[in-house]
């Protein structure tokens, strides 16, 4: 008995109490088995079967207990290693700026910056300017964690000599704030010009994303392949542009000698739709041509396309900054050996005319920064730029004198010559016209089909009838479709021919006739003035006086023609023929 006195586990509990729970465990397992022993000892003392069985439930029963206890300790200890994870400080994040010689790491955390010690477990070779890395409470470096996705997006205004870019500043307007920020290691080979776009750490000291520049939004890529041929019915302003551009490109030795100095700008103002845009990017695309073959070497056309409006806005110094953009973006691809051309369409919106008034008007800022730029563009670098506007007289006086804008060119509705160039272009020779004689050539009868439409459309008689004008001195004038033609008038008219055409033979029988017809551009017509609203209310046609060339304080009095009576003594007329 004394024996099991000395191996009692209660008694090994009371003097040898334990301190940890992997002493617990280690002591728990070794009275397990302790205890075990003794029952063996105990089954081999005993003779009776039914106590054996009894021992031998216990020994398993302990040997279950010794599994639980197991699982216990394991338990105990991941709660032990959440509660220290939970429990212990969080780690700081800053940004890397740099390291020092002395295998120091200069961090920037907040609004402030540090050397930090370098855990020695880091290769500091591994770590560059932009990382975030992780910090303790002392402020050294323990990690690093991957790129941070958020941060303020700034525009380059310069780039500095070292790599190191100006930011934001716009210098136009007082008070606009500016910086000078790094650049993260990923950045250092990335090129960058004013204008671009980065995004900044959250210590706003480092660019540590490029974004892409703002010249995309208005920068065709590649300029489409627009010939003079393509532009019909401005043989005279093309022959002032060729004169006015291309001549000092090509001949720059014989202006030099004349000491000649080619125009900066000109102005391109004219009737909507009469192919002021389309004469931009014939420009462009014969500039790049005539200089790839005078120099010998493939030089890109680049054509800045941009509309008067969009410039426009709401935030104070923007829009400035937008055409400050334009001119930098036109000066680098110069640089790179390109010929640029910025073509700004519905230039009165935001060159129009100053005015002294104590509300703030945003031309008072916009057009003294349109006349900078365009005086800093002598020189190698200098480009060409191309104004486009259906009101010339809104346009700011400034701009348009000369050392500026140095030419003006109108661009004229199409007369019946200059009309037939047009359905020239979009009614080709491959398309189907109706009605053909034996005999008579494709070509032939497109020909005639042309001469017989633009005979019907330019007659002045009461059919082509729109719009009546009294004059201050009591004369009366008629103004017809004619005088409202434009090349994009045109051509939606051979568009919609060429729909009814086509609409007509699908429902035809094989073998009927097919084709575009005069009945077709003549029925087109009537629905390109009626449905396209082509005529203007009468309170609001004086504005348009000034586009045909009818100066708007002569006019007294506007009469629009009656469309519902017209459409019926035409067709009366014809129903009689």
């Not at 910056?113 to 910090?135: H, K, M, T, W």
């Not at 990017?281 to 409006?309: D, S």
């Not at 200059?418 to 189907?432: K, N």
């Not at 005069?518 to 629905?527: I, M, Y």
């Amino acid at each position: 008995m004394s024996d099991h006195r000395h191996t009692d586990p209660t008694n090994e509990d009371l003097s040898h109490p334990q301190s940890s729970g992997e002493s617990q465990e280690r002591d728990g397992d070794g009275r397990v088995r302790e205890m075990a022993e003794i029952i063996d000892q105990v089954s081999h003392e005993i003779t009776a079967d039914e106590a054996k069985k009894k021992l031998y439930r216990l020994k398993k029963r302990l040997f279950d207990l010794e599994a639980d206890w197991r699982r216990c300790a394991q338990e105990r200890e991941k709660m032990e290693e959440i509660l220290e994870k939970l429990s212990s400080p969080a780690f700081r994040m800053g940004t890397l700026l740099g390291k020092t010689e002395e295998g120091l790491g200069w961090i920037a955390v907040g609004g402030s910056d540090y050397f930090s010690q370098i855990d020695p477990r880091i290769n500091p070779d591994e770590l560059e300017a932009g990382q975030r890395v992780r910090l303790n409470e002392a402020l050294s470096i323990v990690g690093t964690a991957g790129p941070e996705p958020f941060g303020a997006i700034v525009q380059v205004s310069k780039v500095l000599p070292d790599g190191r870019v100006e930011i934001g500043g716009d210098r136009s307007v007082a008070g606009a704030p500016s910086a000078v920020v790094g650049r993260a290691a990923s950045l250092k080979d990335v090129p960058v010009v004013p204008g671009d776009s980065l995004r900044l750490d959250n210590t706003s000291r480092l660019a540590v994303e490029y974004l892409g520049g703002r010249q995309e939004n208005h920068l065709l890529e590649e300029v489409p392949e627009v010939s003079w041929k393509d532009v019909g019915g401005q043989k005279k302003a093309i022959e002032e542009i060729q004169k006015a551009i291309l001549n000092p490109v090509l001949h720059e030795d014989l202006y030099a000698r004349y000491r000649f100095r080619s125009p900066k700008g000109f102005l391109l103002f004219g009737p909507p739709g009469c192919g002021k845009t389309l004469i931009g990017k014939a420009t462009a695309h014969q500039l790049a041509l005539e200089m790839q073959e005078k120099e010998g070497r493939p030089i890109k056309g680049v054509f800045f396309h941009i509309k008067g409006p969009e410039i426009f806005n709401m935030w104070l110094g923007e829009s400035e900054r937008i055409v400050r953009e334009l001119f930098e973006q036109g000066r680098e691809a110069r640089k790179r050996g390109d010929f640029p051309v910025l073509f700004i369409d519905e230039a009165e919106a935001i060159l129009g005319t100053r005015r002294s008034i104590r509300s703030f008007n945003i031309h008072n800022t916009l057009v003294p920064m349109f006349c900078a730029e365009m005086d800093g563009m002598s020189g190698p670098n200098g480009f060409m730029v191309i104004l486009a506007t259906n009101r010339p007289e809104m346009i700011d006086p400034a701009i348009l004198r000369p050392g500026r804008i140095d030419r003006k060119i109108r661009v004229v509705r199409p007369d019946r010559e200059a009309a037939m160039e047009i359905i020239s272009i979009y009614l080709t020779g491959d398309i189907p016209i109706a009605g053909i004689a034996e005999g008579v050539s494709s070509d032939q009868a497109r020909q005639e089909l042309a001469n017989r439409f633009l005979e019907k459309l330019y007659a002045p008689t009461e059919e082509n009838a729109v719009l009546e004008v009294v004059l201050r001195s009591g004369k009366r004038e008629v103004l017809h479709r004619s005088d409202l033609a434009s090349g994009a008038l045109l051509a939606s008219i051979v568009d919609r021919a060429k729909e009814k055409a086509l609409l007509r033979e699908m429902g035809q029988a094989e073998g009927e006739a097919r084709g575009v017809s005069l009945e077709d551009l003549l029925q087109a017509t009537n629905d390109e003035f009626e449905e396209g609203d082509i005529v203007p209310a009468t309170d609001g046609a004086e504005d348009w006086m000034t586009l045909l060339d009818l100066r708007q304080r002569d006019v007294v009095d506007l009469k629009r023609f009656d469309s519902g009576n017209r459409e019926r003594k035409v067709l009366e007329r014809r129903a009689i023929e």
